[in-house]
T-cell receptor, first 111, second 113 residues
Framework: QKEVEQNSGPLSVPEGAIASLNCTYS??????FFWYRQYSGKSPELIMF????GDKEDGRFTAQLNKASQYVSLLIRDSQPSDSATYLC???????????FGKGTTLSVSS | DTAVSQTPKYLVTQMGNDKSIKCEQN?????MYWYKQDSKKFLKIMFS???????INETVPNRFSPKSPDKAHLNLHINSLELGDSAVYFC????????????FGPGTRLLVL
């Protein structure tokens, strides 16, 4: 069973700090990776996707991918209370037949 | 306009009943999905479907069946509901390919008593 692993948290950071969310995956053939944000009682929404090794930046968000280590991370700079949510890491399996989600990391940003 | 919509938003029913959840997307996407999110917030794909192919997660009981009257709709029919079916069910859509961004509906909260 291919898996995506995340620390469930909660991860607590003060406002203005950098929040670092981590994810590992077991399917070495996975090529596409996604970070979704889910507010309590709401549906997931895409934050970022990354396909290539290295960093990808979008505003306050940076996704990092290391395929050799099978590791994906999401950095949130200048964290805001509105960033408080559950962050879901997802990977497309090698066969391209399923998007496998991790259990999510709950982030709490205190003002 | 809502991109991906689901009805009903809440569904409370008895064990053994049969129920359906409807999903509609107005994004023009070819591919639609059903996910189940359990009480521990674990989001798990159940089906992916386009007009050519249905891919079923092998762990999904055959009491669950997707039905697509047209490209914009993918309904989920559940027979003989069980307590363990209580969860939030999300519909999603995307352009073809799992590497594409998926857009989620608001979810249907199912409670089986």
């Amino acid at each position: 069973q291919k898996e995506v692993e995340q620390n469930s948290g909660p991860l607590s950071v003060p406002e203005g700090a950098i929040a670092s969310l981590n994810c590992t995956y077991s399917d070495r053939g996975s090529q596409s990776f996604f970070w979704y944000r889910q507010y309590s009682g709401k549906s997931p929404e895409l934050i970022m996707f990354i396909y290539s090794n290295g960093d990808k930046e979008d505003g306050r968000f940076t996704a990092q991918l290391n395929k050799a280590s099978q590791y994906v991370s999401l950095l949130i700079r200048d964290s805001q209370p509105s960033d408080s949510a559950t962050y879901l890491c997802a990977a497309v399996n090698q066969a391209g037949t399923a998007l496998i989600f991790g259990k999510g990391t709950t982030l709490s940003v205190s003002s | 306009d809502t991109a991906v919509s689901q009805t009903p938003k809440y569904l409370v029913t008895q064990m053994g009943n049969d129920k359906s959840i409807k999903c509609e997307q107005n994004l023009g996407h070819d591919t639609m999905y059903w996910y189940k999110q359990d009480s521990k917030k674990f989001l798990k794909i159940m089906f992916s479907y386009n007009n050519k192919e249905l891919i079923i997660n092998e762990t999904v009981p055959n009491r669950f069946s997707p039905k697509s009257p047209d490209k914009a709709h993918l309904n989920l029919h559940i027979n003989s509901l069980e307590l363990g079916d209580s969860a939030v069910y999300f519909c999603a859509s995307s352009r073809p390919g799992l590497g594409e961004t998926q857009y989620f509906g608001p979810g249907t909260r199912l409670l089986v008593l």
